[in-house]
């Protein structure tokens, strides 16, 4: 039933109640005229008898209206229907939620809660373009249903990048950090070295930082026997004759020449 349509005759008008009931008075051959907002005017035919209950449909100027996806008739017209989309922004990985995260479309902005929640106001087809730091940008897909929770999530521009160590990544680089104030630390296997020939004695160490002078991470090898000469280590060439075994095998006299030499008979038993 429809409430508040108004009926004119030639003698008087009226509004139908909330029941849809109405009643006037006309004159013989009289016509009524029925109008009401978003309804088509609807002219009797003339009355030449008085008949209670008299009904009549009204048709909605929308009737005939085909509107596109997205719109709704209104007073004959198309106008663009108002959606609210909601859900979480998730970390893409460990599916977190993010707060924080900057939803933009058109010129409205919003930003998730803590619990990574949002919801903002859009119309049919909308692209939604989010944002956060450290994260790839995300432009969704043209929003076309609107049941439901819309969640998204978001990439990590560091996912994938396998930085050195004492290299952390950020914005998708890699860079240098203090290798102690890593979470955890960034540990360093540390060889002392003090001459610098490449070759270490004693215990590695494993350290976050040098543990002194002398300590390097690159060596060749352990075993140096004397670590204040560079000229000292495993495989070092040997200088013959100079009491000095330095390719650290103990033997002085390694891959060194026989001497031979003869005594004359009146040197025997002399000092």
């Given at each position: 039933v429809l409430s508040g349509v108004t009926l004119s005759s030639s003698?008087?008008?009226t509004v139908t109640d909330a029941q849809g009931y109405y009643a006037i008075e006309l004159v013989y051959g009289d016509v009524l005229t029925l109008s009401k907002a978003d309804y088509l005017d609807l002219v009797s035919e003339p009355f030449f008898e008085s008949l209670p209950n008299f009904d009549f449909l009204l048709t909605s100027v929308c009737s005939f209206v085909n509107c596109p996806p997205g719109t709704a008739c209104e007073q004959g017209g198309c106008f663009?229907?108002?959606?609210?989309?909601?859900?979480?922004?998730?970390?893409?990985?460990?599916?977190?939620?993010?707060?924080?995260?900057?939803?933009?479309?058109?010129?409205?902005?919003?930003?998730?809660?803590?619990?990574?929640?949002?919801?903002?106001?859009?119309?049919y087809g909308a692209q939604l373009t989010l944002t956060y730091a450290t994260y790839q940008t995300l432009v969704s897909n043209p929003l076309i249903e609107f049941s439901g929770s819309t969640d998204f999530y978001l990439t990590s521009m560091c996912l994938g990048v396998v930085c050195p160590p004492g290299f952390a990544c950020n914005m998708g680089g890699c860079y240098e950090i203090d290798p102690c104030s890593a979470e955890p630390p960034v540990l360093f296997t540390w060889y002392l070295d003090t001459d610098g020939d490449e070759y270490y004695t004693g215990d590695p160490i494993s350290s976050c930082e040098s543990p002194g002078d002398g300590y390097t991470t690159t060596v060749l090898g352990s075993g140096d026997c004397n670590d204040n000469d560079a000229s000292i280590y495993p495989g070092a060439p040997v200088i013959c004759y100079d009491n000095i075994s330095q390719d650290c095998n103990t033997d002085i006299y390694d891959g060194c020449a026989i001497v031979l030499s003869r005594l004359r008979n009146d040197n025997c038993g002399a000092t």
């Open positions: 003698l008087n008008s663009p229907i108002v959606y609210v989309v909601s859900g979480v922004v998730r970390d893409n990985e460990t599916l977190e939620p993010l707060s924080g995260v900057t939803i933009s479309y058109e010129s409205t902005t919003v930003q998730t809660d803590s619990q990574g929640f949002y919801s903002i106001t859009v119309l």
